[in-house]
């Protein structure tokens, strides 16, 4: 019997997920209520695998299975209970989450999880009724090219959902790291912390957003500067997560008044062209 997977939210993250989980043999359902996103999502994998294909990365018969294995749904009710693993990716947002999660268990998943980069587990199981098979699995942007896969335990994740897991990060071809549940994890606090500081060297005039990069690139060997990465993840991103990360370990996480004046003004990254950066039309 094919495994299953479901994944709710067709946003980068969502998508990306639902890609690399295709990629890797499981049946998978990517649920996106919004519909005009949803066949956006659904498009910009096509191509994905087209891409790939034409890089010599998938033969063509590789990439038209996995294409079938992914069908587009347009809400839970259309899901078949009991899958393998079940994925929350929607926006970072607590309330919004508890409600998906709090839906999706009553499809009774075997491994129930949240992709939340920064909210604990701990608040998002809450009122699950099954929260010993919940943990967070935590992907990096782009997913189909990022090795990392965060794992948070939280203090009712049991020992069978850590190693299932562990099993799905192999599968996935990831290379894992497991985490104790704390709010922001290990990846986020440090990398939000990073690039709120270099935001604000930013609105101190200490050097333009192209040198702060090329200083942590060059002087670090960070594959990617702090303000690019910002616009890669999407400057309202960080705002969300730097404003959860505040709420938990007070004012070094404010969030400083550049990202929130850009946020206001639509200037999220290369999701909208322009964020610390100018990004070309995708």
Not at 30 to 38: N, Q, S
Not at 52 to 78: M, N, P, Y
Not at 234 to 262: C, S
């Amino acid at each position: 019997m094919l495994e299953r997977f479901v994944v709710i939210g067709a946003g980068t993250m969502g998508a990306g997920i639902a890609y690399v989980a295709a990629g890797a043999g499981y049946v998978v359902d990517l649920v996106e209520l919004d519909a005009e996103r949803g066949r956006a999502a659904l498009a910009g994998l096509h191509a994905l695998w087209d891409k790939a294909v034409a890089r010599g990365k998938l033969d063509a018969a590789q990439a038209a299975s996995a294409k079938d294995r992914l069908t587009l749904r347009g809400s839970l009710r259309e899901v078949s209970p009991e899958p393998d693993v079940l994925v929350e990716a929607v926006p970072e947002k607590l309330e919004l989450k508890r409600q998906v999660l709090e839906a999706a268990a009553a499809l009774r998943p075997r491994l129930l999880a949240s992709n939340t980069s920064s909210i604990a587990i701990g608040s998002l199981a809450a009122n699950l009724p099954e929260p010993a098979s919940f943990l967070g699995l935590h992907f990096f942007n782009p997913v189909f090219a990022m090795p990392l896969l965060e794992i948070v335990v939280g203090d009712q994740t049991s020992d069978e959902a850590r190693a299932h897991a562990l099993d799905v990060a192999g599968r996935l071809g990831k290379d894992p790291v497991v985490v104790r549940d704390m709010p922001g994890f290990a990846t986020s606090r440090l990398g939000v912390m990073l690039g709120l500081e270099a935001i604000r060297m930013l609105e101190d005039g200490v050097a333009s957003a192209a040198d702060i990069d090329k200083a942590m690139k060059l002087g670090y060997k960070h594959p990617m500067g702090p303000l690019e990465l910002t616009d890669v993840v999407g400057l309202d991103v960080r705002l969300d997560i730097a404003r959860t990360l505040q709420a938990a370990y007070g004012d070094r996480f404010a969030p400083p008044e550049l990202l929130v004046k850009m946020v206001a003004e639509g200037r999220l990254g290369k999701k909208t062209g322009e964020g610390f950066h100018t990004w070309p039309a995708s």
